[in-house]
Each structure stands twice: as structure tokens, then as C-alpha cells.
């Protein structure tokens, strides 16, 4: 069962414009958030990442906004760059109580054209 | 610093065999879990060790089994090889109680 669900698959972007990725979770137990990015052949790399006491979290041109009681977050990257094409990750954890494993949407794959 | 290493890099196996697969975390770091990778999917949680003992283990078979050893890397194991296998499986570390893991470059297991 795929705990936290992710869209859109695919998405084009032109350079200078704002990539937007959304997920969802079920499990409210979870209470760590981050998004990773992951080049073709390459390990996930951690990009950002929030808990649920703050609704908003920026690291450079990278924003996560996080809207506890929809259990909905997503990620903004904006003045998007070629060099940002890549497949993004979304996933979640919880504690000792829920479990320390990521759990990771499908991912989605960016294309930024020139 | 040098991050999380994996090797080997890439493997081909056969069905019904068994593999190895080696995994060194980053300095500093003593919990290492693993995660398979199926082409176009997200990564999905196999086990955890933390202290040498089994932390925590995902939806994966008996055939899939691993290891700890005191210098904190670890080795995961697959037994009775299928098809379904084929995957790139990542490592990635930790420290215990941080909830930040970095991943390795992975390796890249082909069965036929």
C-alpha cells in the first residue's frame, strides 16, 4: 500500500518558471517530511525538508509548504533551471512508535526546456 | 568527508543464486538501512540495523537478510535469486534519533 501518494508523474517547465509537486499521507503518525532529488544512475539526494510544526519552509530557491490538517505538502522550486531536470522524490517517517523507515511517493519527473 | 559507499557498483546474477552487497556509511554515522529501487518507482524500505540488531524491516521476504558489523557498515544478503530482484538497491545512513538518511550511489543488480 503506497502511504504517501504523489503527482503530477511528469511535469514540464520552462526555464525561469515555478515547478510545483504535490504529495499526500494517511498516516498521521508520521513526523518527518523531506524531499530528495535523484539524477538517472545517481543515489536520491536530500534536498529539504519539515516537520509538521511549521507550515512553510525555504532553503533557497527550494520551498516546502505543509498543510497539516489536509495531510498535503509540496514542494516549489522556483526560477527553475535546466540543471533542476531530474526525478524528485517525496516521503515521510515517523518515530519509534510509527517507524523510522522513508516512506516514498513514485516520484516525479521534472524537464526544465531552455 | 566521504559520504555513503557501495559497492559493487553493478552486478548480474542469475536466477537462484545469492548476492552480497556491501555498504559503508558516512563518517559519523551508525544506522544504516536499506531500500530497493525498481526501475520508475520510489525506494522502498527493506530493513534497518542499528547496534548490529535488525531495527526495523519492511515487506520483503525471508530471502532478503543482512548485517551490521561493529565499524557500522553493513551487508545485505539475497537468497534464491527471482527475476522481480532486478532493482538498484540503495543504502543509506544515519545517526540514531536524527531523522535525516543520506543515500548512497547504489548498485545496480541485474538477474537473468
Redesign the interface.
Given at each position: 500500500q503506497q502511504q504517501v501518494k504523489?503527482s503530477p508523474q511528469s511535469l514540464i517547465v520552462q526555464k525561469g518558471g515555478i515547478s510545483i509537486i504535490n504529495c499526500a499521507y494517511e498516516n498521521t503518525a508520521f513526523d518527518?517530511f523531506?524531499w530528495?532529488q535523484q539524477f538517472p544512475?545517481?543515489?536520491?539526494?536530500?534536498l529539504i525538508?519539515i516537520r509538521p510544526d511549521v507550515s512553510e519552509k525555504k532553503e533557497g530557491r527550494f520551498t516546502i509548504s505543509f498543510n497539516k490538517s489536509a495531510k498535503q505538502f509540496s514542494l516549489h522550486i522556483m526560477d527553475s533551471q535546466p540543471g533542476d531536470s531530474a526525478t524528485y522524490?517525496c516521503?515521510a517517517?515517523g518515530n519509534s512508535n510509527s517507524?523510522?523507515?522513508?516512506?516514498?511517493?513514485?516520484?516525479t519527473s521534472l524537464l526544465v526546456t531552455p | 568527508d566521504a559520504g555513503v559507499t557501495q559497492s559493487p557498483t553493478h552486478l548480474i546474477k542469475t536466477r537462484g543464486q545469492q548476492v552480497t552487497l556491501r555498504c559503508s556509511p558516512k563518517s559519523g554515522h551508525d544506522t544504516v538501512s536499506w531500500y530497493q529501487q525498481a526501475l520508475g518507482q520510489g525506494p522502498q524500505f527493506i530493513f534497518q540495523y542499528y547496534e548490529e540488531e535488525e531495527r526495523q524491516r519492511g515487506n520483503f521476504p525471508d530471502r532478503f537478510s543482512g548485517h551490521q558489523f561493529p565499524n557500522y557498515s553493513s551487508e545485505l544478503n539475497v537468497n534464491a535469486l527471482l527475476l522481480g530482484d532486478s532493482a538498484l538497491y540503495l543504502c543509506a545512513s544515519s545517526m540514531i534519533g536524527a531523522d535525516t538518511q543520506y543515500f548512497g550511489p547504489g548498485t545496480r543488480l541485474t538477474v537473468l
Open positions: 504523489q518527518y523531506p530528495y544512475g545517481k543515489g536520491p539526494a536530500l525538508a522524490f516521503a517517517s517507524g523510522y523507515a522513508l516512506n516514498f511517493g513514485k516520484g | -
